[in-house]
Structures are given as structure tokens and as C-alpha cells.
């Protein structure tokens, strides 16, 4: 069980080395400020006040390459689709679009966003478990690369769709694998009791289904996502040693398969976690699944988190039986912690010299116990005013924020090697009001 990533009291944290060490883009200059892609994260905090997400373009693209390269040796084709729900940006999805990314997405938001931001809709995989007549009908008409079908019901009413618009439209059968990833369980996605995919048993059927009866579809393979913030090699060994004996399945019955979506997943070390390299992934790949196929790959966190911080400064420190650092963005911001007892790694934005740490309890503003950053973690002495910054928010941090408390959404900047540019401005509480309307009979 990889649980090491949450909060639990008995493991070490890693040392505020340690963290920098895993973070090359973050480091303390001469005066002991912290700078994020060569622009300090203080300055910062004065243009565009705080809570304020930071992403880092150079770590992004970086990431992307480097993930893009494990794969590099293969002589098959391989297509990458980012998760957009890991980080849905415009600024994000156009910079790794430059990278040759296309776009997984989840719903016809996102298509939309992938689209806006340059991605091509034959680079756009659409996955999800809920998927309106509208998206559907949106995703036939734009010709994406494939819709991956989650049931029976939606494979039929997705033929009748596009027989509609005198369309074809590729899929690939989305399997439940049925195997334990060995994360949080509220990240599990690969066991029969969740909601996502087909169970296996029920797979041979349908692809023989949508290949002979289905004139509107054109069934091309087969998709699995495994899990999220998976740390381990063997979920993934399993997992495709699956998928492998599947397509021998189908291949017997002549069934023709010449696409398989991977899925994403790929964990990153937030605490102490050994946290494999994309290498890792693509060595599994190659042993495991056939070379006759288009690969696909879905990566969303490995790319995103590091890439993301959340800037965030000190209200006031509350001494008592504990230490708490009341801290101005809270889990309307960042609610991994709260929704997953995730552990992210903090620094103080100003170094302290020769201090002893202290432990403390950083929290949020919000009136839920559960708004807690961190227990019991050693930080410098701090002030209230002073800046902290929580780390790997990139992935899976503004995307699921919410205007809890009638807290706006928190600005967001790009920087890169020492630049910086607002991509996101802060939401006024008035553009929250704005939306809002009083009934008809109690307006006049
Ligand atoms: N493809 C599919 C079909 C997915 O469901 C997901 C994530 C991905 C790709 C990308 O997975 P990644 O490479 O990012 O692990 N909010 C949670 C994570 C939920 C992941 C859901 N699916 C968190 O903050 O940990």
C-alpha cells in the first residue's frame, strides 16, 4: 500500500534541502529570498497579493519533455495527451500543445479549453464516466481522436448519435482492469467496485459488438487507467499484462485492435516517497504490451505538480497547546490535503539562519477542521506577515478550487527564467455578486 504520500505521523519529513534538491527551479538567493524560475516569489506576493498560484513554464515543459523522451526509443507511434484536469490553463495546455501534447479531457469544458488553446481535435482523447448527448454529439462533429466508452449504454447511444450526423465516430472500450493501484482510496479508479469502465468479462462481447453491428462506430483498441499517484511498479505490470492477454483475446477473434490508451497516473514524491522516472513507465510498456499498436498516454500530475506552487502569507500565528501558522489561502485553494490527507512540502519564502525550527499546525481560514496544510511540521520561526509557499500544487490545485466562504479564486502567474506575467486575475467578490440574482418576486 503506497500511503506513504499522506499524512501520517510517523514518518520523517523531508529537510527543507531535500525539498529544494527535488525542486531545481526553487532556491534562495544571496539575501536569503526564495525565487521560483529565476523571479522572486516575494515580489511577486506585493504585484498580485497572496493567495497566488505560481507555475513555472520551464518546469512544465521540461517535465513534458522529459517524459516525452523515456519513450523516445519506441518505433511505434506514441501520442501524448495530457490530463487537462490535473491543469486545465489556457497558458499551460498552449505551452505543452507547442510540445506536440494533445488533450485528454474529461468533459466538454475541457475539450473546449484544449481546442481554445491550440490543441487540434485529433489530438483530443475524451474519457469520462458522465458523458452528456451534447459533448458527445460535440466530440462526433469535431472529429477528435477517440472517445473512450465507459459502458454498454454509452457505446449504443453514441452509435445513435453519430448515425445521426451521418457521422463515424473512433472508440476505444475504456476496461475496468480490477486491480489494486495501491493508493488513496479516494483516487481509486482501476477496482470493479468503481464506477469507471467496462468489466473485462463484458469486453470481448462489446468490441465484437461495435466492430460487426455498430455503423456508426469505428472501434480502434482498448483504454485502462489504472490509478493516480501511482509509486510502484506493479499496478502498472498487472495492470497491462491485462490489457496484453485482452488484446490476444480479441485478436483470436478477429477483432482488430491498433490502439491502446495507457491511461496516465504516473506518481511523483511529495513527502519521502521513491517516486519511479518515466522510464519506469515506458520499460513496462515495452514488456509488456504488443509493438503492433498506437500507444496513447494520458499523464496529467507527473508533468503538472511540480511545475505549480500555491503562494500564501502568514494572518497570524495562534500559540496555545499547539503552534498554529493561520495561513491566507486555505482548501477552497489547495483541498488535496483536506479531501485526501495529502502531504505537500512547505518553505518559508525568507530563509532563516541559524534558527531552530519549530513545529507547527499550518492551517487555513476556513470554518472546517479539515482546512489544515500540515501538523506538527518543523518550519523556521514565523511571523504573521510573513510569505510561505506550498509545493507540487500544480497538479490538481487550482483546477479544483472553489469559492468557498465567499473566497474568490486566487490569482495565478506564469514565470519563466525570470520572467513573470499574470495569467489569471484574482476574482473580486463583486464578479462573485454579480452572478447572483434575487428571485423575480422579490425583486420588484
Ligand atoms: N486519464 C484518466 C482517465 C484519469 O481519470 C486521470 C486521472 C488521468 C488520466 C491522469 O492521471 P494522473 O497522471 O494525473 O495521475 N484529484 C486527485 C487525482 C484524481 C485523478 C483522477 N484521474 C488528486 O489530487 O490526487
Known sequence: MADS??????????TIDTLLARHPALGYDG????????VSLQELARHAGTPCWIISETVLQERATRFKEAFSHYRQSVRFHFAVKSQDHKACLSSLAQLDYGADVVSGGEMERALNAGIKAENIVFSGVGKTDDELKRAVALGIAQVNIESAEE?????DLALSLNRTVRVALRVNPDIDAGTHAKITTGKAENKFGIAHQH???????????LDGIDIVGLAV??????????????GYNKLASMVQDLRRRHLKVSVLDCGGGLGISYRNEKAPEPSMLAK?????LPDDVTLRLEPGRWISAPSGVLLSRI?????????????????????RPAMYDAWHGILPVSKAINVRPIPYDVVGPICESSDVFARNRSLPPLEKGDLITILDAGAYGSVMSSTYNSRPFAAQIMVREGQWSIIQKRQTLDEILQRELLPSWAAG
Do not use: C, W
Request: glycine fraction near 10%; charged fraction near 20%; proline fraction near 3%.
Open 31 to 38: 539575501q536569503g529570498h526564495l525565487m521560483f524560475d529565476g
Open 5 to 14: 504520500i499522506f499524512m501520517t505521523a510517523e514518518q520523517t519529513d523531508p
Open 284 to 288: 513496462v510498456i515495452a514488456e509488456t
Open 155 to 159: 457505446l449504443f447511444r453514441l452509435n
Open 315 to 335: 494572518i497570524e500565528i495562534k500559540k496555545g497547546s499547539r503552534q498554529f501558522a493561520i495561513i491566507d489561502g486555505g482548501m477552497n485553494d489547495l483541498v
Open 203 to 213: 469486453v470481448a462481447e462489446l468490441y465484437g459488438k461495435a466492430q460487426n453491428e
Open 225 to 238: 487507467h489504472l490509478g493516480s499517484q501511482i509509486i510502484t511498479e506493479t499496478p502498472y505490470r498487472t
